[in-house]
Nanobody
């Protein structure tokens, strides 16, 4: 069974940095795009950044130049380096990945349980 587990969240002061990591486990035939979403209190979950299996990245405008996504295809992990954090970055950060769990099965999207990021002013 495929599992995604996030780590690296926590409490940080405005202007600080955090590095989130997402590890995958379980049976996986192929992993495609990976990414990060976040959900602020009372808000809908929103896209933060994505990265293709080939390494092409995309980040939303609100974090451009501050957040950087990377992945290690040998370990099937994805990271999110977050710099110059502001209180508006507070929320639960979720890792996601499109995965084919076994040969012949369809692509499916998997989610982690989320990790809390709190930025104090």
């Amino acid at each position: 069974q495929v599992q995604l587990v996030e780590s690296g969240g926590g409490l940080v002061q405005a202007g600080g940095s955090l590095r989130l990591s997402c590890t995958t486990s379980g049976r996986m035939y192929s992993i495609g795009d990976m990414g990060w979403y976040r959900q602020a209190p009372g808000e809908q979950r929103e896209l933060v950044a994505t990265i293709t299996s080939g390494g092409t990245t995309n980040v939303v405008d609100s974090v451009e130049g501050r957040f950087f996504i990377s992945r290690d295809n040998t370990k099937n992990t994805v990271h999110l380096q977050m710099n110059s954090l502001t209180p508006e970055d507070t929320g639960v950060y979720y890792c996601t990945a499109r995965i084919v769990p076994s040969f012949g099965s369809a692509w499916s999207r998997y989610w982690g349980q989320g990790t809390q990021v709190t930025v104090s002013s």
